[in-house]
């Protein structure tokens, strides 16, 4: 199995940036595809980005794509989402999460493993 822990969250004006950070336990990591999907209050979980085993590949969400960047560093068992140009609409809990197998990458009942959440909140 995979334990995850989001960091980096926080208050940032529009326009500003934000690196977030998701640290996996276990030897396996490199085994897993990853996401990145957020929620905001009142609001059902979205997809906003995901990236392959090795890196290779990555797919994000319309709102998020030219402005996020999803990476990995499996030396380090970590993913992490760069989010520039950040908008007001961007606030919400960020989750990273630990993709089974052959599931479909934007649908979050494909993934095993999941983080507690990071806030970040962008204000105007």
């Known amino acids: 199995q995979v334990q995850l822990v989001e960091s980096g969250g926080g208050l940032v004006q529009a326009g500003g940036s934000l690196r977030l950070s998701c640290a996996a336990s276990g030897r396996t990591f490199s085994s897993y595809a990853m996401g990145w999907f957020r929620q905001a209050p009142g609001k059902e979980r979205d997809f906003v980005a995901y990236?392959?085993?090795?890196?290779?590949?990555?797919i994000y969400a319309d709102s998020v794509k030219g402005r996020f960047t999803i990476s990995r560093d499996n030396a380090k068992n970590t993913v992490y989402l760069q989010m520039n140009s950040l908008k007001p609409e961007d606030t919400a809990v960020y989750f990273c999460?630990?993709?089974?197998?052959?599931?479909?990458?934007?649908?979050?009942?494909?993934?095993?493993?999941w983080g507690q959440g990071t806030q970040v909140t962008v204000s105007s």
């Open positions: 990236i392959t085993r090795s890196g290779g590949s990555t």
């Open positions: 999460a630990a993709e089974v197998p052959g599931q479909i990458p934007r649908d979050d009942r494909g993934y095993d493993y």
